[in-house]
């Protein structure tokens, strides 16, 4: 069975502060997407990362494929508190369109 | 706003009740997912639905049924409840059968109490 883990599973950082989120597992994932999701709403597509060692940048956000692409980062620069929210990692199954998800890092970014 | 639709926004029902949760993909978008979200178990793939035809299933139990209507709508049938089936139901989209970029819904919360 494959897994994604997430660390930490929660974060509470000040306004203007870098963090790093993990995901990672003992298997190979042909791609991993990162979501985000707010209280109530449903979670929002951020990336896919496809290529072993390929880097995504958007803005503030760098995501990071592993070599062995059983891992990912995701590296946030100069955190606002617009960016508090749920941050999902997940992967494909191979089976059909079947997405597993990580536990999800709870990020908090006060003013 | 993803383009995926998903009513009622929230149920409240009684435990042995039956409810019945309805999803309308993106325009154009063959392939529809459900999913659930609980606090311990997270966000868990349910049962994937292409062009009418079940693709993929996950660990769905027997009470819990899905179809997806010429239209492309798609509804996941809940019977039998009980309390512990209280989670949030996703509903995600993408265009492929086979494609780890979904869209997903604004979902449904469920109450069984």
């Known amino acids: 069975t494959q897994l994604l883990e997430q660390s930490p599973q929660f974060l509470s950082i000040q306004e203007g502060e870098n963090l790093t989120v993990y995901c990672n597992s003992s298997?190979?994932?042909?791609?991993l997407q990162w979501y985000r999701q707010e209280p109530g709403e449903g979670p929002v597509l951020l990336v896919t990362?496809?290529?072993?060692?390929e880097v995504k940048k958007l803005k503030r956000l760098t995501f990071q494929f592993g070599d062995a692409r059983k891992d990912s980062s995701l590296h946030i620069t100069a955190a606002q508190p617009g960016d508090t929210g749920l941050y999902l990692c997940?992967?494909?199954?191979?089976?059909?369109?079947?997405?597993?998800f990580g536990q999800g890092t709870e990020l908090s970014v006060k003013p | 706003d993803s383009g995926v639709t998903q009513t009622p926004k929230h149920l409240i029902t009684a435990t042995g009740q039956r409810v019945t949760l309805r999803c309308s993909p993106r325009?154009?978008?063959?392939?529809v997912y459900w999913y659930q979200q609980s606090l311990d178990q997270g966000l868990q793939f349910l049962i994937q639905?292409?062009?009418?035809?079940?693709?993929a299933k996950g660990n769905i139990l027997e009470r819990f049924s899905a179809q997806q209507f010429p239209d492309l709508h798609s509804e996941l049938n809940l019977s039998s409840l009980e309390l512990g089936d209280s989670a949030l139901y996703f509903c995600?989209?993408?265009?492929?059968?086979?494609?780890?970029?979904?869209?997903f819904g604004p979902g449904t919360r469920l109450t069984v109490t």
């Open positions: 995600a989209s993408s265009f492929q059968y086979f494609s780890y970029e979904q869209y």
């Open positions: 298997s190979v994932f042909s791609s």
């Open positions: 990362v496809v290529t072993g060692g």
């Open positions: 997940a992967g494909g199954d191979n089976q059909g369109g079947k997405l597993i």
């Open positions: 325009s154009g978008d063959l392939s």
């Open positions: 639905y292409y062009n009418g035809e079940e693709r």
